[in-house]
């Protein structure tokens, strides 16, 4: 039976894209598949049938979308993977911004997982049907490296290493503003955001404690590119916390950070996804202890980005 969602623009998201905006609020629906309920009259802005996915949204504009429940399954697909190491254990692999983790609600297709059956003999059950493999996660629009397990065994020994933080991640973040302090970090705990449950929020509903350090690579006039180290893994954490400081990612609408940029006079969109990469893990082999050191350049559209603002001085 359809379902009505209804969601109100926050003067941050002024600006923004529709479908870009609903991508973000809807994380387990993809933006093609946002995109076809637009064109399919099933997408409301203040009541009125939007004329294109990109118009684009006012402050205090009232969204309803009315979509089907479908039960999600999880099927193979002969998708992109960008493999970064592979071996009968487990493999770790390069994730896009754009792509969803795992089937769920609303996202039966276009997921990680769905590359992962097409290209992978085996996979671990112990994350469930909807999960096979998949030991963590990354955002919808953060790119960066991502463990996959082939085997229940190789599944609950990496999940032991994260859980007692032997796993070390570090992320290329570019945040608004400039970040005074060379080093630092954030120790503030994470629950759901009681108002925008879509979100989390430093506090919140039952929150949890959250650490996340930081250190400045590089300042630039209007913003300061960031190597950014989490030590607990709660939801959208390193979102939450650099925007409790202040300074919000590029292109995180959802944290405060906003949909156009003002450099020197100059209006520019802003990027279409998060400034985040996660660029390097370094973790033990679950079968032999061999300490993996891996890691992930920037992706090109981020390295564009860079480029662009650097005509800004």
Known sequence: MP??????????????????????????????????????????????????????????????????HEEPRATPEDLPLAIVYEDQHLLV???????????????????????????VAALSGAGGELRPGIVHRLDKMTSGLVIVAKNDAAHRRLSEEFKSREVHKTYIALVHGRVEAVTGEISKPVGRDPVRRTRMKAGGIAPR????????????????LLDVRPATG????????????GHPVVGDTTYGAPAKLR?????????????????????????????????????????????EIEKYP
């Not at 387990?28 to 064109?39: A, G, P």
């Not at 969109?269 to 082999?285: M, N, Q, S």
Request: hydrophobic share 45%; aromatic share 6%.
């Open 3 to 68: 379902q009505t969602r209804e969601f109100l623009v926050p003067a941050e998201a002024a600006g923004e894209r529709l479908d870009v905006f609903l991508a973000r609020e809807m994380p387990d629906w993809s933006r093609t598949q946002i995109q076809r309920l637009i064109r399919d009259g099933l997408v409301l802005v203040d009541g009125a049938h939007p004329r294109k996915a990109g118009e684009e949204l006012d402050a205090g504009a009232r969204i309803e979308v009315t979509a089907k």
């Open 209 to 224: 404690e959250a650490l996340t350090r930081y250190q400045v690579t590089r300042r630039f006039p209007h913003f300061t």
């Open 263 to 307: 450099l020197e006079g100059r209006e520019l969109a802003t990027l279409g996804r998060t400034f985040l990469h996660a660029a390097k893990l370094e973790f033990a082999h679950p079968a032999t202890g061999e300490t993996l050191k891996l890691e992930a350049p920037l992706p090109e559209e981020l390295v564009t980005f860079l480029c």
């Open 234 to 245: 709660r939801t959208h954490q390193i979102r939450v916390h650099l925007a409790s400081i």
């Open 93 to 119: 692999v390069n994730k896009p911004a754009g792509m969803v983790v795992h089937v769920g609600a609303g996202v039966n297709s276009g997921t990680l997982v769905n590359a992962l059956l097409h290209h």
